[in-house]
């Protein structure tokens, strides 16, 4: 266990312990940080997709080009402002007295789930014009339709694509499930108008059975895949 | 008489040229002598001087605890009743199987999965397997429970064992390396020949993965790294070498496997 860190010590002291207490944190098997910010947040996801579509932007994908501009333009090892007053409130103590020390360490904090969530860049595996056209931002999650704010296999969410909002349905996500379901290699969406209806026309990608549970919902997507797994 | 003398004739030639000797001989008083069965053949089966091949499933072995033996031993009756019911063929770590489970939702009913084994988990009935596959551009991945009812039918369609116990770093491999047919044909294996290692080096897509698989905490030889010189030094410094002199992480399954294996195949044979 870490020792606990002695609020009431002076300057250096205090300096001292939030090193000791961020080292001793013991470090998950999931840490899978490349992130030269040294990213200490918990709950943007820590995990880095093959289709480069996943995470909180701020573990930006170096493979993204100007959508991770914006968090790569600090140098290697130094926390941005936005960090710190994370940390600021989950550590409980002020760090900006360390902004000039490079930590090297990198560390993971308690799991970000790998189901889909806000901000969580997604693959959307229709044959759709507006999920196929090119931009510059992948899209994005901006809102999960559900009591808890995390998306599964069947949970409708709101995608930003092309600078508009549309929602989608999950079809798949990197997150283990249940024993027997499939377990995907990326977040895998469909995009869907209001009334259920999908606007492509095609599912290549494998969809999971699992969705045949409420066919009513979902026949219509059901009825454009493929490939079921 | 002579018919019979001539098919046993015909009979001992080919165990060997005792023929002259009992069959036909007539005994010094004149009359034919009791008729003395051929000495059974004594048949050396090559195959099982061969040392017989034993192999435990992994799940059978109970981790290392202070739980009641009981417990174990209960849960062991349960797993090799299932085994009677159904046939839990011999795989490991880098065998290619084909699944078939029950599912409602299902076409048929039946769900049919072909994939790699990269993983073996978890202990007595709760023992799982994950099969990993490439469809369509697409990595899955499925985790089975080998004791589950939902299960009909496990075949091995390839037998083969890997370098490591633990295939995760597909994940991060060239999809070349997890995609397998659907429709794949089961290659023969037979049963005297020794297990297949597949020294297979897989080729890595670029970094970042999503575990650093060059450390050595992970122990793999199953990846060819093409990786800077500078950095394969770096991961070195994460290497524990006193690790495999703690005696407190010592244990030794030897007996234990030779006595549930013994326990095991005496109640399967049953």
């Not at chain 1, 599964?152 to 549309?166: P, R, T, W, Y």
């Not at chain 1, 209001?194 to 990608?205: E, F, Q, S």
């Not at chain 2, 080096?201 to 199953?222: A, H, L, T």
Request: hydrophobic fraction near 35%; charged fraction near 30%; glycine fraction near 8%.
């Amino acid at each position: 266990m870490p020792p606990a860190p002695n609020l009431w010590a002076g300057e250096e002291g205090k300096a001292e312990a939030a090193q000791a207490l961020i080292r001793g944190r013991r470090v998950r098997r999931n840490a899978s940080f490349r992130d030269p910010l040294g990213a200490v947040l918990p709950g943007l996801g820590d995990e880095r997709s093959r289709g480069g579509m996943e995470a909180g932007f701020l573990c930006p994908d170096v493979r993204r080009g100007p959508s991770g501009a914006a968090c790569r333009g600090d140098s290697g090892g130094q926390l941005t402002r936005i960090q710190m007053a994370l940390l600021h409130r989950r550590l409980g103590f002020s760090l900006t007295h360390l902004s000039n020390t490079v930590i090297q360490r990198h560390l993971s904090v308690s799991g970000a789930c790998r189901a889909i969530q806000k901000l969580t860049r997604v693959r959307v595996v229709d044959n759709s014009a507006l999920g196929n056209a090119p931009y510059h931002r992948p899209p994005k999650c901006i809102h999960v339709y559900n009591k808890t704010g995390v998306g599964k296999v069947g949970d409708k969410i709101l995608l930003a694509i092309k600078g508009e909002k549309k929602k989608a349905l999950i079809v798949g996500h990197k997150m283990p499930g249940p024993h027997m379901t499939p377990r995907f290699d990326s977040n895998n969406v469909v995009l869907i108008e209001d009334n259920g209806n999908p606007l492509g026309t095609r599912i290549k990608t494998p969809i999971p059975y699992i969705l045949r549970r409420r066919e009513g919902e979902f026949s219509k997507v059901l009825a454009i895949a493929r490939n079921f797994v | 008489m002579a018919a019979a003398c001539g098919r046993a004739v015909l009979r001992g030639a080919r165990f060997g040229r005792w023929f002259s000797s009992s069959a036909c001989r007539m005994g010094s008083d004149g009359e034919p002598t009791k008729f003395q069965p051929p000495p059974k053949p004594v048949i050396i089966d090559k195959q099982r001087q061969r040392e017989e091949r034993r192999f435990l499933s992994p799940e059978f072995i109970p981790p290392r605890g202070r739980t009641d033996p009981l417990k174990f031993y209960i849960e062991r009756k349960d797993m090799i009743q299932r085994r009677k019911v159904f046939n839990i063929p011999e795989f490991y770590v880098g065998s290619i199987l084909a699944v078939t489970t029950a599912d409602p939702y299902a076409d048929g009913k039946t769900n049919r999965f072909v994939g790699i084994c990269i993983q073996r988990g978890g202990r007595g009935l709760g023992a799982t397997f994950v099969l990993r596959n490439v469809i369509e551009d697409q990595g899955v991945e499925i985790c089975y429970e080998l004791y589950s009812p939902r299960i009909q039918e496990i075949t091995v369609l390839k037998l083969e064992k890997r370098l490591d116990d633990n295939l995760m770093y597909l994940r991060d491999a060239l999809p070349e390396y997890s995609t397998f047919d659907m429709n794949m044909k089961p290659v023969s294996h037979l049963d005297h020949e020794e297990i297949p290692v597949n020294k297979l080096q897989v080729r890595m897509k670029p970094k970042p993965w999503s575990k650093r698989w060059e450390r050595p905490k992970y122990n793999i030889k199953g990846i060819k790294f093409e990786l800077p010189e500078e950095k394969m030094k770096e991961a070195q410094k994460w290497k524990k070498p006193w690790l495999e002199f703690d005696m407190l992480r010592e244990y030794d399954t030897s007996k234990i496997e030779e006595k549930i294996w013994r326990e095991v195949s005496e109640e399967l044979k049953k």
